[in-house]
Structures are given as structure tokens and as C-alpha cells.
């Protein structure tokens, strides 16, 4: 899944993120990589093929990294 986010305390700039099924996201700043954060690869419990909550819980660390200033 890929967004458009601007943090809602700031009139800076736009950021792009891209999450995947498997909880990895990537952070985008005018096409360049601001942060990127990859996702275990295998662990007890995780479904083979990812899933749309992983994919949302990246999307919201992703936001609140942006939000923090770490991006």
C-alpha cells in the first residue's frame, strides 16, 4: 500500500510511505528514502502470506515516525 502523508501539526512537507503485507515500510521524501524499516522474516505465529493488519500497524509506525522527526 502506498500513501501520501503530511504530518497535522506542521505546514512542512509531504512524505510517501509504501507498507507491505509482512509489516515493512519505506518513507519518502521528494523521491528520496528517508527511512526504511524491514520486517522479520520468520516468526512463530506469522502468516505465510502477510496480512492487512501488518500492513496497517507499519503504516501507522511509519506515520508516527514522520510525526516524531526520525524520518
Same mark, same amino acid.
Given at each position: 500500500? !502506498? @500513501?501520501?502523508?503530511? %504530518? %497535522? *501539526?506542521? *505546514?512542512?512537507p509531504t512524505y510517501e510511505i509504501e507498507a507491505d503485507r509482512h509489516g515493512s515500510y519505506t518513507v519518502k521524501l521528494n523521491d528520496r528514502v528517508?527511512? !526504511?524499516?524491514? +520486517?522479520?522474516? #520468520?516468526?512463530?505465529? &506469522? %502468516? &505465510?502470506?502477510?496480512? &492487512? &493488519?501488518?500492513?496497517? #500497524?507499519? @503504516?501507522? #509506525?511509519?506515520? !508516527? +515516525?514522520? #510525526? !516524531?522527526?526520525?524520518?
Open positions: 500500500m !502506498r @500513501i501520501t502523508y503530511t %504530518p %497535522p *501539526n506542521a *505546514n512542512g528517508v527511512k !526504511r524499516v524491514t +520486517a522479520l522474516t #520468520d516468526y512463530l505465529g &506469522k %502468516p &505465510k502470506w502477510g496480512s &492487512k &493488519k501488518l500492513e496497517a #500497524d507499519a @503504516i501507522e #509506525d511509519a506515520k !508516527r +515516525a514522520v #510525526d !516524531r522527526g526520525h524520518a
